[in-house]
């Protein structure tokens, strides 16, 4: 695959995740316990032997940086080999960052024109799948396809939340619908595109020529318009994917992991997962601990009960506390005699004894952004301190940060936020 560029789009707010990703970019989010999101793209490629990789950054993007580094988890820190990342030019004006995912690449369009390759890899940042990309090339190739797009079966009842294609019995794309309300078909676009370079440059000038008649974007412009006049293919991608864009879907994926025979493993050895850091100490289990149908990241201290849950490294769970259906991340501390229930906890939150967190009526959304929290989860920001006792509803938000301002609340009632009087800037890490 030494003829192919890969170009990972990671420059995404992912506001749709709340405080999770209001002081990281989306691909940055912790997943799965040990892993960011990101992780599982870069292992893809690395599976692949993609020897040519761009990471296109955008919105906060100092923890990408500090997470990718050079590449060498992925094998990239070589002299045959390497990671590019790319930010956009910023000037003065909002106009100066990317406009569109389109635009995103437009805007790094040397990297295209220098590197000697024959295809561009545009690829999501922030999708939970692993792959190797050699069958979507080599079907690209078979078909001699301008452009193809991996597409997805969804149940057409949950099509309308994506570009929705229509193929013919050949794989040719003959219709392509943004996110319609009345889909025609059901197989999805994944957001991942393989283009001849050629065809790729020539598009990507003539949509910069279209200035505001365009959105710069590949899904609602530069793929509608293409399949109209040029070869474009889509290649059915059958297996375990998930846009993890929402806090649902992000809770839900991490069910998915907990499951007798999980869709999604971890550690398969023909498609290895691979992350940043230094390999920590083993988990250890209290006397006392109880652990059912869960994962359990090296370095965690376990002396409560844990159901359904992925807990992170350094994660401490003491006597009589109780998670269940929970996402913990990294170095969190769960005091005793605490009850966690369908709640996400961002890293190194601090919960004192007797909490309940995850209570009341699923139904009341937040009341601040009902669109996107809105499904009994609760979620607690970035080194929030929670005081002992405190009674926690459903759907409620405590952002990064949060302290002295629960200090003197006895209970956070279902639906309600709280949020910082200041962030300081450790948190932006």
């Given amino acids: 695959m030494n003829d192919v560029l890969a170009m990972i789009l990671a420059g995404g707010q992912g506001d749709r ?6 002081q990281r970019a989306k691909p940055a989010v912790v ?17 692949s032997d993609i020897s040519k990789l ?16 050079a590449g060498r988890p992925w094998g990239y820190d070589t002299p045959e080999g390497g990671i590019q ?10 106009a100066d960052w990317y406009q569109g995912t389109a ?23 922030d999708h939970i799948y692993l792959t190797s990309y050699r069958n979507l090339v080599a079907y690209h190739r078979s078909q001699g396809a301008d452009a193809t797009v991996a597409v997805y079966s969804v149940p057409r009842s949950e099509a309308h939340r994506f570009g929705v294609l229509d193929l013919d019995p050949s794989g040719r794309v003959i219709d392509f619908q943004e996110k319609p309300k009345e889909p025609r078909g059901s197989w999805i676009s994944m957001g991942i595109y393989v283009f001849n370079k050629d065809v790729l440059v020539e598009q990507l000038q003539a949509d910069a020529d279209l200035g505001e008649a365009s959105s710069h974007d590949f899904g609602k412009d ?41 869709p999604l493993d971890l550690e398969d050895p023909d498609l290895k997962l691979r992350t940043a850091g230094s390999i920590p100490p083993p988990a250890r289990f209290g006397p006392n601990a109880r652990v059912t149908e869960s994962l359990i990241s090296p370095s965690a201290r376990i002396d ?23 996402i913990i991340q990294h170095r969190c501390v769960i005091r005793s005699g605490t009850v966690i229930d369908r709640c996400i906890l961002d890293k ?50 405590v952002g990064p940060g949060v302290h002295e301002e629960l200090a003197d609340l006895k209970e956070l009632e279902s639906g309600a936020s709280v949020h910082p009087t200041h962030i300081p800037l450790h948190l932006f890490v």
């Fill in 31 to 47: 997943f799965g316990g040990n892993y960011r999101i990101i992780d599982f793209v870069l292992s893809n490629c690395a599976n």
């Fill in 348 to 397: 190194e939150v601090s919960v004192g004894a007797g909490c309940v967190i995850g209570t009341g009526d699923p139904n009341i959304p937040n009341r601040e952004r009902p669109d996107i929290v809105n499904t009994g989860i609760s979620i607690i920001g970035k080194r929030a301190t929670i005081p002992s006792g405190l009674r926690i509803g459903r759907n409620v938000v």
């Fill in 103 to 125: 635009d995103a690449v437009y805007q790094n369009l040397y990297v295209i024109e220098e590197a000697r390759v024959r295809e561009i890899l545009i690829l999501a940042g």
């Fill in 222 to 262: 530069i793929i509608p318009r293409m399949f109209r006049t040029h070869r474009v293919f889509g290649y059915q991608y059958h297996d375990y994917w998930r846009d993890v864009g929402t806090i649902e879907s992000y809770w839900a994926a991490h069910m998915d992991l907990l499951q007798p025979n999980p």
């Fill in 304 to 326: 409560g009960e844990v159901y359904r849950s992925v807990i992170s490294p350094g994660v401490v769970i003491e006597p009589g506390a109780v998670v269940r259906e929970s």
């Fill in 85 to 94: 990342i790319l930010q956009p030019y910023l000037g003065k004006a909002d």
């Fill in 54 to 69: 761009a990471v296109l950054t955008q919105y906060r993007p100092r923890s990408l940086f500090n997470h990718i580094g």
């Fill in 17 to 22: 995740l709340s405080i999770l990703s209001e």
